[in-house]
């Protein structure tokens, strides 16, 4: 993914109403599907501007995989319908990623 407009941020409403920030990471097409693979966006600490800390054992921080459906001629993002939709997918982008690390 090129990267030299800098990443893509989406902030996305749940169901119940509350909103977060994803950072796009990477995309893929499956089955004639698309999917995004984010991280919750990080925030900056508003003293130094840096990145605060990252507990990587926090529930609410690890890769989030939604896809792309539509509805009523509009794109809307969604979670996977079952969890083997979300395992072959989430095995795809480890793939890819890891494929990435190996030829950088």
């Given amino acids: 993914m090129d990267e030299s407009f800098g990443p893509d941020f989406f902030t996305l409403t749940d169901e119940d109403g509350n909103e977060f920030e994803l950072e796009l990471v990477d995309t893929l097409e499956h089955q004639g599907v698309t999917y995004y693979a984010m991280?919750?966006?990080v925030e900056e600490d508003e003293t130094t501007g840096e990145p605060k800390d990252i507990d990587a054992d926090d529930e609410e921080y690890g890769l989030v995989i939604l896809k792309v459906i539509e509805e009523n001629g509009e794109e809307l993002l969604s979670t996977p319908d079952s969890d083997q939709e979300l395992d072959e997918v989430y095995e795809l982008f480890m793939e890819r990623f890891f494929q990435e690390?190996?030829?950088?």
């Fill in 101 to 104: 690390e190996e030829e950088s």
């Fill in 39 to 41: 991280f919750p966006a």
